[in-house]
Structure formats: structure tokens, C-alpha cells
């Protein structure tokens, strides 16, 4: 290319010895030291994961290459073109802007990791040489034509590199590039080197190229756009930079020959290799789609976005080879005919690398062509909220720690799913009373008459800042406006309504106005709730209760919750209440029915650990017993049977009974040091399975087959720990305005994980109250 800036030709040997060709990347080398910009470009970690490019061919459409470079020897692939000279040997006989401008672009690209000069940034790739321009770096529209056209025709080749700018192609000229994107090809070509604000012809054309081109200008290193680089103005979307100041290069002079040369035709084969890296790894891309993930994961330099100065940003290849967007998991489409095969959890057989693990037979998927890119439906682990149940699961099975994973353009990875998943509830915390302080409350009477009240309840959250006890998955920052309406007959009829608020007539015993129910709100582990009233306050809640402060009280409750999340929760659940109060005590029990779209006990729904229906039975039992005048013995226990169905794309079928259960005890009292004070001790266990497995078909990718396989094992429920709860609150308050209130919580193995530690959370506040209320 034109009006290139050489330091100084280098034709030294950097070790006394040559290695074999072939040889990997060595970031201890002096191949790479003399290479600075390829730290700049973070190609390092594709190295370790072993992509080098195999497979791909790279047109060089140039001067021609010197083949028999000691870092070009078997690098080139057949069938190269000398345009100029109209034959089948393109030389690089280039000599008058540099001294080998072919050369030293195929060496970037493919260059030999051997001990000597430079090495390739793709060096298992190809180059085909396609000479069009002649020894004073010159050429024609109609040479760019041709050898574009002759490129395109080439099945083998995926990415044509155009390494003359300036010249000027007319329509049928153009055309050439139509045809070659429309054979799939991606086209990159450098912007030019006048210091200009657009790139050059024919690259300040690739915006008609529907995505698959590339403009590749050249940065500092320090986040600038280089002094000589032509700017992206114009062509912002497709234009991206990369280093390309003093760029140690091979050159073709002899077949050791080396020189340092600046200019964006050195930045430009950067980008063609992270290109066959992309593809080495997974070849059923699209160029549009290649281009893409190269625009996307460039690292924004100059002024911040898309920018004119330097489009996109800098070339990233880690970035560009990592998981972007959501990430899904293949899931199997259809049963296949051994899936039958699998044994219980706990035998034990050997596995084809002679390991020993739990039972398993292996299904397979055919992928959708992209090299692993494929293995029928997906399914997002955006989605991979977890109740109790699937959190269990993760720790019990092996496999999902190195589960095959898609990202959105369908690129394969290993991932261990606990690495992305949330707990939905994760258990009792000093985060809820920050929650709490953060709410707005405001009561109202509607109606007073000496027979019959209606009163109205509204919370609403603050604006707050992130605080430290915010759960860093969750992109929730406050909650919708709740309300709560109820009504109380003089005939010990009561009932209630609730918006995103759920309603604690029941939780506490059908008398909320015994002083138990005052008091085990203090509480915040789920065990003094009901953890199986739809796992949130969201929704509608309902409850009508006959409950006379003396003698046998019933009612009825519900919730409808569908939080409106994608991946959220939409469950319906109802209830019936009986109990029996008297002067100093209280019995009751809850039988009730549980049935959520798409959830598993508060898993998200459409996820990869989903079902596509689930009804739980469960069973409350509560009781208090007062005495002292002031203090209330607490106790709750709650059972449930869940019956889940499979869900078409979950990683989990062949649900059996999910058992579950969890209790509290506490002790409350009021009154205790001063009048209004609130004290309390509780010991509990939060919701835990205590039975039922399920059968887990982990995604992996068989190379031998090319195709996603399914490792399917039976794998239990029931988590290998057991949660034990202690909770103190105390509050007081101070004058008419203020309260103290303090908690902590002592978790030991919290989530039921045996192998966590004790955990304590504890938080002391005063909560003042300002304004006229």
C-alpha cells in the first residue's frame, strides 16, 4: 500500500537456531517481545485455548509474497495469482514504499513461531497469495477487480484482505465485492494513510457490503488514533483500528529479511487474523456475523462510542472470543432411544477417559453446521434464577461444572453454571431491613363506623443509591408501589386485599392482633412465613377469615403473581385456613395448592433448569403460646409435595416427587426493657428438599462427531447440607419520630450447602421519620 512509514530495514537472524515450522506461539520468545502490538491486541488467551487458526485461508491481495521466507515456509496455500504479470507465480517483488509489503502483511497473519523474526498471530491459518499490485506498490481498479473475483471463487477462502487503498474502482468494478460477500466472504481492507477524516476508496465503499467489510484504521497504543491514520467519519460502524506504528515485519529482500514499518496496511492483517480465529473456532459464522463480533467487543478508544476518529474502538480478540450476549444451553429436541439408559445416583461406572463417575449414557445432537455453534434448541442462562431445589441440583451435579454453553451467535463454551446463577430468596439478611428503612409507608382510614372499618396501607420505595447489601445479579433496584386494603366487620369477619404485597392475616395466625402475630414479623426467615405463596410479594393477594379472638376461626387466601419478568415468576396459589385461639394460645393449620407456569419452586421460568408446570400440596402447621403477659412461644412448620413436568427446552426431565419442608421456633416479647420495645430469639430451617431427584442431560461437544452430545445422569434433589437459623431483632422507639432497631442472623451451612461456613450478618439503625405525618 501507499505512503508507508519505515524506520529501518532489519535483516538479522534473532536465534542461532531455526525450530520446526508449525510450532506454537511463545509469549517467552523474542518473537513476541519484538512484537509489542500483539500484547496491545490481547491474542494471548486465544493461544491458550488453542485457537491458531486452523482451517482458514486468508486472501492477500498485495504484492505477492516471498515464499520462501524462513517465516512463510508452509504457510502459503495453493493456487495464488500474479495479476500484474498475468501468471501463477506472485512474487513480492514490491521495492519501492517498502521492501516487501506482501510479505510483511502474510507474515502478521501466519508468520512461523520458529525463534526467528516474527510470528503470526494466526499461525495454523493460510494466506493466498493474489498479486495486483507491481513493484512500485501500484495498481488498477480493474486489477482489485480481478483479484478480488479470483479470491471469491476460491471455496477455501473465508476472508479477503485488500491491501491497496486510493484507488478508485468504478460500479462494475464494485461489483466484484458484491459477488464475493454474497459467496460469503469478509472483506477487510485498510483506511488509509494521509491523515485524512474518511478512509479511501475502495474501503469508504464497504458500507453497501451489508456488514460483512471492515475498515481498518490504525491507534497509538495510548487510546489515540495514529497521527497518519485516515479517519472513520462517515463509515463509523465499520471501522475499527488496531496497532499499526512500527510494526517489526518480514520482508523480501532474502529469506531472512525484516523491517519496521508504520501504516494501517499493518493494522489491517491484525484484524484478518482475529477474523480466522473466530472462525477456526467456530466455522459455521457468517462473514456478517464475524464482522459483528469483531465490531462489538472492540475496545472503545478516543472520545467515548462510536466515534468519528476511530469507529468502533481497538481490535480485541479476548473479547471478541468470549461468550457474548445471552447465553444459552443446547438442550435436546427430541427423547432418543437409549435415554432410558440411566442408573440411579450413587453407582458407579467408568466413563470412556477411565474415570469413575456416576451413570451415565451419552445422546447426541446434530449441530447446526458452526462447528459446535449448534445442538438443536437453546435455552438462556440469562434465565438462571434458582429457587432452593435447582441450587441443590448445581451442587450435586458434577456435570454442570463444565457444562457446553451458546452464546448469541451460537459459539460454543465450557461454563460451570453456579458461576451465573441467582438465588431467588437466598435467606435471611441484614439486606431486608435495609429494604424496609428504604420504604415509604403511609396508613389511611377510609371508612370508621362503629360496626365496620376500612383501612388502606401504600408503601413505596425511596430513591436510594446501590448499597454494598444489594445482590450484584440482580438488576432490581427498587420494588413496585404496594398497597394493602382491609376491612373489619364487627362479626369478627375480616377481609383483605393486596397489591404486591403479601398478606400476613394468615402467616402469623388468623388473628394478626394477638401478639404473636405482632411480633413474628420481626423474623425474616421463611420458615415463620409461608415460603410456598408464590416465593413473592408481587402479584394479587386475596383473604377473607372469620377469626373471633376467642374460639374457631377459618378463611380462605390466594395470590396470582406474574411479576412481568421474562424469565420471572407466574404462579397461582390458594389456601384454606382453620384454627383455634384462646385466652393465651393459638393452633392452626394451612392446607393449601401451589401452581406455577414454567417455575420449580421459585426457579425462573424458561430456563435451563425449568419445568413447564409444577403443583405443590403443602401443609402449614403453627402455634403460639403466651405468657409472662409480654412473651409468645412461636412455632411453624411447613410440608410440601411438588409434581413437576418437563419442560421442552430444560436440562432436567423426568421429575420425581419433590419433597420439602422447614420449621421455626422463636421467642418475642414486647414491653421488655421499656413500653413499645420489641425483643426476639428464633432458631430455624429456611425451605430445604428432603427428597426427589430428576434426571440432568448436560450439553457437551464430541469432536469426534462434530455434533453436541447429552451426558444424562440421575441426580438428586436433596442438598448435601442442612441450614440452621438464629435471629435477634430488637426495637425500640425513640420519641414519636424515631426508632432503633437492630438485627443480625447467624447462618450455619447457609442454602443448605455444606461445605459454606457459618455466616453472620448483623445491622443496627435508627430510622427517623420526617415530615407531618
Known amino acids: 500500500m501507499k505512503h508507508l512509514f519505515i524506520s ?91 521492501q516487501g509489503h506482501g510479505t510483511a502483511s502474510a507474515g502478521i497473519i501466519v508468520g512461523n513461531w520458529n525463534g526467528v523474526g516474527v510470528g503470526g498471530i494466526a499461525p495454523s491459518a493460510r494466506v493466498l497469495p493474489v498479486k495486483i499490485t507491481d513493484d512500485k506498490n501500484e495498481t488498477t481498479g480493474n486489477l482489485i477487480s480481478q483479484g478480488v473475483d479470483y479470491a471469491a471463487a476460491n471455496p477455501s477462502v473465508r476472508i479477503i484482505l485488500l491491501e491497496t487503498v486510493g484507488t478508485s474502482t468504478s460500479t462494475e468494478e464494485f461489483d466484484s465485492f458484491q459477488s464475493a460477500v454474497a459467496k460469503g466472504k469478509l472483506i477487510i481492507a485498510p483506511a488509509g494513510n494521509r491523515g485524512e477524516a474518511s478512509p479511501f476508496s475502495p474501503a469508504s465503499s464497504f458500507d453497501t457490503l451489508g456488514g460483512a467489510g471492515l475498515i481498518v484504521g490504525s491507534h497509538d497504543g495510548a487510546g489515540n488514533r495514529s497521527f497518519f491514520s485516515n479517519g472513520a467519519q462517515g463509515h463509523e460502524t465499520n471501522f475499527i483500528t488496531a496497532p499499526g506504528e512500527k510494526i517489526l515485519a518480514a520482508g523480501n529482500l532474502s529469506d531472512d529479511a525484516y523491517f519496521r514499518v508504520t501504516g494501517t496496511s499493518m493494522a489491517a492483517p491484525q484484524v484478518a487474523a482475529a477474523a480466522a480465529l473466530i472462525w477456526s473456532h467456530s466455522p459455521g459464522l457468517t462473514a456478517t456475523q464475524v464482522a459483528q463480533i469483531l465490531r462489538t467487543t472492540a475496545t472503545d478508544i478516543g472520545p467515548a462510542g462510536i466515534d468519528s476518529q476511530t469507529g468502533v474502538g481497538a481490535l480485541n480478540i479476548e473479547a471478541a472470543l468470549a461468550p457474548i450476549g445471552i447465553i444459552t444451553a443446547p438442550v435436546e429436541e427430541e427423547e432418543s432411544d437409549d435415554s432410558d439408559a440411566s442408573t440411579e445416583d450413587g453407582d458407579e461406572s467408568t466413563s470412556d477417559d477411565g474415570e469413575s463417575s456416576g451413570d451415565s449414557t451419552d445422546t447426541d445432537s446434530s449441530g447446526s453446521g458452526s462447528g459446535g455453534s449448534g445442538g438443536g434448541a437453546g435455552v438462556a442462562l440469562a434465565a438462571l434464577v434458582v429457587g432452593g431445589v435447582g441450587y441443590a441440583l448445581i451442587g450435586n451435579s458434577s456435570d454442570l461444572d463444565e457444562t457446553l454453553v451458546l452464546d448469541e451467535f451460537g459459539r460454543t463454551y465450557e461454563l460451570d453454571l453456579e458461576t451465573r446463577i441467582s438465588v431467588r430468596n437466598p435467606g435471611p439478611s441484614a439486606k431486608s431491613v435495609v429494604q424496609e428503612l428504604d420504604t415509604e409507608e403511609v396508613g389511611e382510614t377510609l371508612i370508621e363506623r362503629s360496626d365496620f372499618r376500612v383501612s388502606t396501607v401504600y408503601w413505596a420505595d425511596r430513591p436510594q443509591a446501590p448499597s454494598s447489601f444489594d445482590d450484584p445479579l440482580t438488576n432490581e433496584q427498587s420494588r413496585p408501589v404496594r398497597m394493602r386494603i382491609q376491612t373489619t366487620h364487627e362479626s369478627n369477619l375480616y377481609t383483605a386485599f393486596g397489591l404486591n404485597q403479601s398478606l400476613a392475616l394468615f402467616d402469623h395466625g388468623l388473628s394478626a392482633q394477638s401478639t404473636a402475630g405482632q411480633l413474628v414479623g420481626g423474623f425474616r426467615s421463611d420458615a415463620f412465613s409461608n415460603p410456598f405463596f408464590g416465593f413473592t410479594a408481587k402479584g394479587y393477594h386475596g383473604a377473607i377469615a372469620y377469626a373471633p379472638k376467642r374460639g374457631l376461626q377459618s378463611g380462605v387466601s390466594f395470590a396470582s403473581v406474574d411479576d412481568g419478568n421474562r424469565y420471572g415468576l407466574q404462579s397461582d396459589t390458594s389456601s384454606v385456613h382453620l384454627g383455634l385461639v384462646g385466652k393465651a394460645f393459638g393452633v392452626g393449620a394451612t392446607l393449601g395448592l401451589m401452581e406455577e407456569e414454567g417455575n420449580l419452586l421459585g426457579g425462573a421460568s424458561g430456563g435451563a433448569l425449568s419445568a413447564s408446570h409444577a403443583q405443590t400440596f403443602f401443609t402449614v402447621l403453627r402455634g403460639h403460646l403466651d405468657f409472662a403477659k409480654h412473651w409468645s412461644l412461636i412455632g411453624k412448620y411447613t410440608h410440601g409435595l411438588t409434581f413437576a413436568d418437563d419442560c421442552e427446552k430444560s436440562l432436567l426431565s423426568n421429575f420425581s416427587q419433590i419433597e420439602s419442608n422447614s420449621w421455626g421456633m422463636g421467642l418475642a416479647g414486647r414491653h421488655v426493657f421499656s413500653r413499645g420495645d420489641q425483643l426476639g430469639f428464633g432458631v430455624s430451617q429456611p425451605l430445604r428438599t428432603i427428597g426427589g431427584d430428576v434426571e440432568v442431560s448436560t450439553p457437551y461437544w464430541d469432536p469426534m462427531r462434530a455434533r453436541v452430545g447429552f451426558n444424562s445422569t440421575r441426580t438428586s434433589l436433596v442438598p448435601n447440607g442442612l441450614e440452621t437459623s438464629l435471629e435477634f431483632f430488637y426495637r425500640k422507639p425513640i420519641g414519636k419520630r424515631a426508632q432503633f432497631i437492630t438485627y443480625m442472623v447467624l447462618r450455619d451451612e447457609p442454602l443448605h450447602r455444606a461445605e459454606r461456613g457459618a455466616q453472620a450478618s448483623v445491622i443496627g439503625v435508627v430510622r427517623w421519620r420526617f415530615g407531618s405525618r
Open 8 to 98: 529501518k530495514i532489519i535483516g538479522v537472524l534473532l536465534a542461532l537456531g531455526v525450530t520446526a515450522t508449525g510450532a506454537s506461539p511463545d509469549v517467552e520468545s523474542g518473537e513476541y517481545l519484538n512484537q509489542p502490538y500483539l500484547a496491545g491486541i490481547k491474542v494471548v488467551p486465544a493461544w491458550n485455548a488453542g485457537l491458531l487458526g486452523a482451517g482458514v485461508v486468508v486472501a492477500d491481495l498485495d504484492s505477492g509474497i516471498r515464499a520462501t521466507h524462513v517465516d512463510l515456509v508452509g504457510k502459503i496455500a495453493p493456487g495464488g495469482y500474479d495479476f500484474v504479470n498475468d501468471d501463477n507465480d506472485p512474487f513480492d517483488d514490491e521495492a519501492s514504499v517498502t
